[in-house]
């Protein structure tokens, strides 16, 4: 009961407060009445205490490892290929306001982007290194992922393989095997 009084009397404190700190590695917007009023920087800044509220976001770079994936190559080779997007914050409106999970558009667009990379690329180009894959994946996020304030600095791959599909056909529960199968 003692916890819950503490906690209910910092956040009225809280509504009451009318400053804002943002650190040096980050970013931030306010907003009045539930509406974007304005975009701040590190620093200090001053709000309307209850009639205000801030958003922040980190805009130090950082990565993000996609999944593994299993794709073909423009000649039909079977690979599994995993990467690394190293990204940073620039925009802070768009990045808080324009998209729900960030990690998941950022993860979804770059699977997608690698995908549609390899489908244009021979295998033997990839392990030659004729065709950088990494550059071309760098284009297609960017162009996605820019509007909303996210900047790509990089795409590693950090595997790339070849794979067989082994798909073995055994009764199971429910099947019934007929003359025709």
Known sequence: MFNYLIE???NV???FRFWIVVDQYEAGIVLRLG???REIGPGFHLKWFIFEDEMIA???IT???LRPQSLYTKDGVSVVINAIVKYAITNPKPFLLDIWDATDVLR???MGSLRLTLKDINYDDILQGDTSVEDVCIKLIRAEVNQYGFKIHKVTLTD???FKTIR???DAPGYESTDED
Request: hydrophobic share 40%; aromatic share 8%; charged share 25%.
């Open 13 to 15: 404190a809280d509504w």
């Open 58 to 60: 980190r805009t130090s």
């Open 108 to 110: 979804d667009v770059s």
């Open 160 to 162: 790339i393989g070849k």
């Open 168 to 170: 073995l056909l055994q």
């Open 8 to 10: 209910t009397l910092v």
């Open 35 to 37: 509406k974007f009023n």
């Open 63 to 65: 990565t993000i490892e």
